[in-house]
């Protein structure tokens, strides 16, 4: 017999008054973002820092991170609200029969897409360093044929070769970074630009890559009053001022920005041409396959 100390699957729960307020603090901020759902605990986390009030150190981040355990094992809080990281999965793929097969091959004719960034003046691409935050940012510029990549901790050297090897192959290229401000922030997005460039030189390149930071910046530290934290002491980088991670942002101002800096570097003219030409291809690709239904 296994003998545990927490609480396995579902399970009922009966919270003191003090959990309770916590819960529907967190109901709160959930229903506030529901269009950018599902959200990490430490999006949440902020959330709760800049507009609940709540403390803003590891004892209580530990606290609601328990809290949000017992709330969703509970029903108290939806699952699918909550964003977790960490578990990667790889299906076979199988087919429940032919008139599955011919479904999907007659629904990619509404879901035909061109390349979006086709004909643009500079490739542009999104890199995040907090992976939880990766899937909410690529629904804000998935219209625009942008990617998001989350670049968590020091990336690999085999992720910023393969990287320089994809940006090799355009022309002009600028990568819109989200990060934290903080030493071990600044430094990852100072080495991850000054090492992918070198690459792209390397690999004679048609052109070197343009790193911009978009977040978190001190201007945006100031003017939205984000929350701050001392450096580590530990951590003897050269930096300068109080720290601010990126999921201190709200979710929708930070999608905002992301959107805004994409559109003013796209030529609208360009993006409508490639939008006239899908609607194009895919009336064509209707006709074809209605008319080989009907035969």
Known sequence: ???????????????????????????????EYRQHLPLTIRQVFYRLVGSQGYGKTESAYSRLCETMNRARRAGLIDFDAIRDDGVSRHDPHCWTGVEQVLLTVRGMADSYRL??????????????????????????????????????????????????????????????????CDPSGVHLFKALAEDIQAMCIG???????????????????????????????????????ETVQAEAIPPDVLIDIVRQAVIDRQDVITRQE????EERDREELRAFFDGEAGQ
């Open 274 to 277: 490639v939008l006239d030409q």
């Open 115 to 180: 390349d979006r960034q086709d004909g643009q003046p500079v490739r542009l691409f999104v890199k995040c360093e907090a992976g939880g935050m990766a899937p909410m940012l690529a629904r804000s510029v998935d219209e625009y044929g942008v990617s998001v990549i989350s670049s968590g901790g020091f990336d690999s050297l085999s992720a910023k070769y393969q990287f320089a090897m994809e940006l090799a192959e355009y022309g002009k290229t600028e990568i819109l970074h989200i990060g934290d």
């Open 203 to 241: 690999l004679d390149a048609g052109g070197v890559p343009t790193f911009t930071r978009l977040a978190v910046t001190p201007v945006q530290i100031e003017a939205m009053n984000l929350p701050t934290a001392p450096a580590k002491k530990t951590d003897r980088r050269a930096f300068e001022g």
């Open 1 to 31: 017999m296994t003998c545990t100390t927490r609480v396995r699957g579902f399970a009922p729960w009966n919270p003191q008054r003090k959990s309770l307020i916590l819960v529907a603090q967190v109901q709160e901020v959930l229903d």
